[in-house]
């Protein structure tokens, strides 16, 4: 069987990675979190910071000293950052707080593009993030865009972050998701939007499982076809 790209779009704390990874596991995929990437990017900003404020001239011009890697293994997929595992770091409230002012620069945006084409090269990937299926695989088979409101996105994005030992509070975390909906959508570069093509699933009043068998439905169709 054939084997295609699949692209999870929208907004923060919708729940993509955790579908995405769901999809690569059930149809033997690899899944490649996009956002991890410009994550990293943004803790190697922070590590050359000082007082936390990211020099972004120096960290455009430094582009060419990083070096994002993933590793897989049946229960996580750890990111590695200049060889160093930086698969918790990457989620702090530090790295949240940074994350999109970084990821609306031009130069980031292009250097990870090309490396996120590079990885799906031989399709059978599932990717997640912004604009994977408007820029970076505007030809995948199979493109969902997710939603849900500000406040649902924040009441799960605060649940993990406890359960991950992170304290911040839950109206700090609802800012931080509508501040980050606004740059996401208004940012010059690749900004945040619905592919044409894009199957939406507003997942605020359903369970993991009740979009992943949207998600998978929708998939399955799409491969029957290449039978």
């Known amino acids: 069987m054939k084997k295609i790209i699949i692209a999870i779009d929208g907004y923060a704390a919708t729940g993509k990675s955790t579908q995405a990874k769901k999809l690569a596991h059930a149809l033997g995929y690899t899944y490649i979190d996009s956002g991890a990437m410009y994550r990293a990017v943004t803790l190697f900003g922070l590590q050359r910071s000082k007082d936390k404020v990211i020099d972004l001239d120096g960290l455009v011009r430094s582009l060419n000293k990083i070096d994002i890697r993933f590793k897989y293994n049946e229960e996580i997929q750890q990111t590695f950052l200049n060889g160093q595992d930086v698969t918790t770091a990457i989620r702090t409230v530090e790295v949240n707080n940074k994350v999109s002012q970084v990821a609306t620069l031009a130069p980031v945006r292009t250097f990870l593009v090309k490396q996120q084409q590079r990885l799906g090269m031989n399709k059978g990937i599932v990717m997640d993030g912004r604009d994977i299926g408007t820029v970076v695989f505007p030809n995948a088979e199979c493109k969902f865009f997710l939603i849900a409101s500000p406040k649902i996105r924040a009441q799960r994005?605060?649940?993990?972050?406890?359960?991950?030992g992170i304290y911040e509070s839950y109206d700090d975390v609802l800012e931080n998701?509508?501040?980050?909906?606004?740059?996401?959508?208004?940012?010059?570069t690749t900004p945040l939007k619905k592919a044409e093509d894009a199957i939406e699933i507003d997942v605020s009043n359903l369970t993991i499982e009740e979009v992943f068998h949207q998600l998978k439905t929708e998939v399955d169709i799409r491969l029957s076809y290449l039978k």
């Open 157 to 164: 994005r605060y649940k993990e972050q406890i359960e991950s």
């Open 177 to 188: 998701v509508k501040k980050r909906d606004h740059q996401d959508r208004t940012r010059k």
